[in-house]
């Protein structure tokens, strides 16, 4: 399971510091770092369906939750599956629904592709092995980061060797912390935003999303062209 393997990596990276750290601080940073790679890395699904019925609307697939995101939506045509350019989602009551500019004919297939966010937990998984070691990089650098805050923060002590210690590992956890979070994004693909030392990291929007005017302003349109 990857929920073992991150956590036993996660007590690899930050070893001997279960005075310091609980078990549900270890937990949070897993989870969190669960949360930043499916905003990174969401997992894609691809699903096709029949048109129902000659309209606008048809219900989306079941695998459809709230956590999803459109990618595309493309139509089955005279020779091979055409993109459609223009579709929107949107939920009535507890049904999600697919509407389009134009109306598909029933019996048109359609392929969707969506995202949704990783699972990790003691009964499934999602995130690929070959990511989890990134995963638990990230996780790595949450928890180090808290360490140097807690340790940078203690001023407590009245002898002068207690607090050069404690300055020393605030230190020492924030230099850990930078170098787990550049593994993250090194080991995922993905330049550091957080470097200091590149003027940008080169990331551009991954879609484009403009409102449909004509019509209710809770549809949100999205633009094949630009995903």
């Known amino acids: 399971m990857a929920l073992a393997d991150i956590q036993q990596l996660l007590q690899d990276f930050v070893p001997g510091m ?7 601080a270890r937990t949070r940073v897993i989870e969190e770092a669960r949360i930043r790679y499916s905003m990174d890395v969401p997992r894609t699904l691809v699903e096709q369906f029949v048109w129902p019925q000659t309209s606008v609307f048809a219900p989306l697939p079941s695998g459809w939750t709230d956590a999803a995101q459109l990618v595309s939506v493309d139509v089955a045509g005279r020779n091979a599956f055409e993109p459609a350019l223009h579709f929107a989602v949107f939920k009535s009551g507890d049904d999600w629904q697919l509407e389009g500019v134009n109306a598909l004919a029933a019996g048109t297939l359609v392929v969707l592709t969506y995202t949704l966010p990783h699972q990790l937990d003691a009964g499934a998984d999602t995130i690929p092995a070959a990511h989890r070691l990134a995963v638990a990089y990230y996780a790595a650098y949450l928890l180090c980061q808290q360490l140097a805050t807690r340790f940078s923060s203690d001023r407590d002590s009245t002898l002068n060797v207690d607090m050069a210690r404690n300055e020393s ?16 994004f090194t080991g995922t693909g993905q330049v550091d935003p957080f470097n200091e030392k590149l003027s940008g990291n080169g990331l551009a929007a991954a879609a484009s999303v403009t409102s449909w005017p004509r019509r209710n302003p809770r549809h949100n349109l999205v633009s094949r062209g630009g995903l």
Do not use: G
């Not at 279960?18 to 549900?24: I, S």
């Not at 170098?179 to 993250?184: F, I, K």
């Open 18 to 24: 279960d005075d310091e750290v609980t078990p549900e």
């Open 169 to 184: 590992r605030a230190t020492a956890f924030s230099k850990r912390a930078k170098e787990y979070r550049t593994a993250y």
